[in-house]
């Protein structure tokens, strides 16, 4: 129901609430700002648990698709030079996670991590030009024998502080399998090569773990 990165969040955050609901009780006669107060902690407590949910998603392994990684809106699809990795022209295809989004990050497609980095870095705004290459982030290739390699950013945005990655170079991963968390607002920008059938269009709504993205 919630993911593991959130439950220290989650219990700081009930444990905080249920007592600050409780002295709101006790020591405020204000009837009508009682109420108001203990309602407002009651809405913070909800928008913790839903940044942290973690839906099952049914995820149709298929080694001719590239699934999204994450649910969000796709904000740029072109070709660039990537330059960290495979140093040529790609198709990036970028997705933006609003706050309440589901911020569980999940493996495209099935196949060997051949790399995996962290970069410390910025916090920009997740849409800012320069956010790929100047803000917080990791980067993860994951190759099978249809795409060759696929590289998927993580990119933290103006409020995330931490990127949670779990790839290790050498292991073998399954397509829609939990591959990371990215706290409180983010981008993640898939690279595939320039010769593959795009499936999706400039913003339109994705959901990780099942739509897909690349046909081969």
Not at 8 to 16: D, E, G, K, Q
Not at 18 to 39: A, N, P, S, V
Not at 128 to 153: A, C, D, Q, W
Not at 160 to 185: C, L, S
Request: glycine share 6%; net charge positive; hydrophobic share 45%.
């Amino acid at each position: 129901m919630f993911h593991k990165e959130g439950h220290t969040i989650i219990l700081i955050f009930l444990t905080a609430i249920i007592g600050d609901i409780l002295l709101l009780e006790y020591f405020l006669d204000d009837c009508f700002l009682k109420i108001f107060l203990q309602l407002l902690s009651l809405s913070i407590l909800v928008l913790i648990l839903q940044f942290f949910r973690n839906p099952k998603r049914k995820t149709k392994l298929n080694k001719n698709h590239i699934i999204s990684p994450v649910d969000g809106k796709v904000v740029n699809i072109e070709r660039v030079y990537e330059k960290e990795y495979f140093k040529d022209e790609r198709i990036i295809i970028s997705i933006f996670m609003s706050p309440l989004n589901v911020h569980v990050t999940r493996y495209p497609i099935s196949g060997v991590i051949n790399y995996s980095k962290y970069h410390p870095g910025e916090y920009l705004v997740a849409w800012h030009p320069k956010s790929s290459e100047k803000n917080e982030r990791t980067t993860i290739v994951v190759e099978n024998k249809i795409f060759g390699e696929i590289l998927y950013r993580q990119i933290a945005g103006a409020v995330a502080r931490r990127i949670v990655n779990y790839a290790k170079v050498g292991q073998k991963v399954i397509q829609g399998e939990d591959a990371g968390f990215i706290k409180f607002g983010s981008r993640v920008d898939v690279f595939v090569p320039v010769d593959r059938k795009i499936n999706v269009k400039l913003n339109q709504q994705l959901k990780g773990g099942e739509d897909v993205i690349v046909e081969s």
